[in-house]
Structures are given as C-alpha cells and as structure tokens.
C-alpha cells in the first residue's frame, strides 16, 4: 500500500518509522521522505493502518495505491461474501 503523508522535518519521519516498526502486522516499509510517501507491506486493513497512523501521526494520510496479494489456495476469481471481508484482512504487497 502506498500513502502519501505530509513529513515536515526528520522528527516527523522517526515518528512515523517508530508507529511502523510497532505496527505487528506491517512486515516491511519504506519512507521517501521528499515525495511524501509511504509504502508498507505485510498482511492487514489498509484503512485501519492509516487510521491508526493518522491518530498517532495527527496528519492527513491519504491512500493512494493498494496491491493485494491473493494466495495460492485462494481461486483468484472467487469474491469473498462481506463476512469473509469483514474478518480477513487482506495481502497487502509492495516492491519494497
């Protein structure tokens, strides 16, 4: 998943790597600095992780690019039914 998040100051980029490196289910990460964007990857929400990030951060975190990573027991053209969506969260894979 890629966000775009406004870093000011290289405090602001610490802050958000500390948020990251204690998010559990954010396996990897990336921060460009002079972009202004995030990449994370791992197995979860991508909007519960920018909501989380947004209350910790007190800054706007606007998503830009999801990538879902299917597995391989899973048939690519099966549509989960909203329980299975509310109780799973996704792959999320990025080229980190």
Not at 12 to 31: D, F, G, Q, S
Not at 65 to 71: D, L, M, V
């Amino acid at each position: 998943m890629v966000m775009r998040i406004n870093l000011d100051c290289n405090g602001c980029c610490r802050k958000l790597r500390r948020i990251l490196l204690n998010m559990k289910e954010i396996e990897a990460h990336l921060i460009e600095k002079q972009q202004c964007r995030v990449s994370v990857c791992g197995r979860f929400r991508p909007s519960d992780v920018a909501i989380k990030i947004r209350k910790k951060m007190n800054r706007r975190v606007e998503i830009l690019e999801i990538q879902e990573h299917n597995e391989s027991n899973e048939p690519a053209d099966q549509k989960p039914t909203n329980e299975q969506a509310d109780q799973k969260p996704t792959n999320v894979i990025c080229g980190c």
